[in-house]
């Protein structure tokens, strides 16, 4: 377990599993680890450029989680479709990045059936017109869609591809843990700390989906449907399932901004009231990893704690970057 005793030093350093590695993110650069089938570990570093080090309107409340969402999920897929190249054992094994990004492309294409259509279709018949009942109607919705949420993560926990994955996950949160508290990065160290962390991208997506029923709940959708003139029942669905999917960004902007705030006040007994759902959804999308694992997420975030030390030593300004461990990719 994580020692209390120590004093955290916070940082901005986050990072996501991928397959049999770990890519960590700094605010300079980004790394990935990868055991390979000989046994040995790959590692490679890249540098990190975004739109937000140039433009401040992209760092400011809101937009920044938005933006930041955006270019987290860019970078899990470029680090997927490296780590599935990698780790296959024979050509047939190996994914191209054509078939990673398809892959990608069902997914977000699933999610959005399972977390917002299939809900809306089962609360309209469970309650009715969202338009007669918006206060049940966004209600029943959101209970489904989380309903949804935790029976996906159990199926997909259950798949031994996902399981290492997890166990991955694990590896990388155990090693900021111990990057924080400024405890030397060898696997017997990192093995004591747990397996959740406050900035998770498990705890977004939780909190996405809790906030997301608040956000609906405001939306003025009779006077909508009014206003255009629409009343069947078709359309009122429609219209309701246009509204998650519009105001979907705006939400996970607000989401950001709570685990950001809530993230540099975690050791608050209030906080950690608010945080402790996210924490235990993460029991079931972490994994105890074994040394070999603690030992790639090690590599990886090795390169980009030196590239930033580098850059501290020689004295030079880096570009403000407040974004918190994000990364959908921790959740399949």
Known sequence: MTDPAREVRHTHIGGQAVIEGVMMRGRL???L?????DGSIHVEEHDLRTASARHAWLRKPIIRGVWGLWETLSLAM???SISAELAGETEE???TPREVAWTMAAGVGLAIGLFIVLPAVVTGWLVGSAADRPFEWNLVDGLLRL???FAYIVAVSRMREIERVFAYHGAEHKTIHAYERGLPLDAEVIQRHETMHVRCGTSFLLMVMVLAIAVYSLVPIKGLLAAAGLDADWAVLGVAIAIRLLLLPLI???AYEVIKWAGARSDAPAVRVLLWPGLMLQKLTTREPDDGMVEVAVEALK???????ADAAVGQRTAPDDR????LADAP
Request: charged fraction near 25%; proline fraction near 3%; glycine fraction near 4%.
């Open 303 to 309: 390169l980009v704690v030196a590239r930033e030390e």
């Open 78 to 80: 470029r680090a997927l």
């Open 29 to 31: 650069n980004w790394a």
């Open 147 to 149: 309903v949804a949420f």
């Open 93 to 95: 094994e190996k994914l």
């Open 324 to 327: 918190a461990e994000t990364v």
């Open 252 to 254: 996970a902007g607000l």
């Open 33 to 37: 680890a990868v055991r390979v089938p």
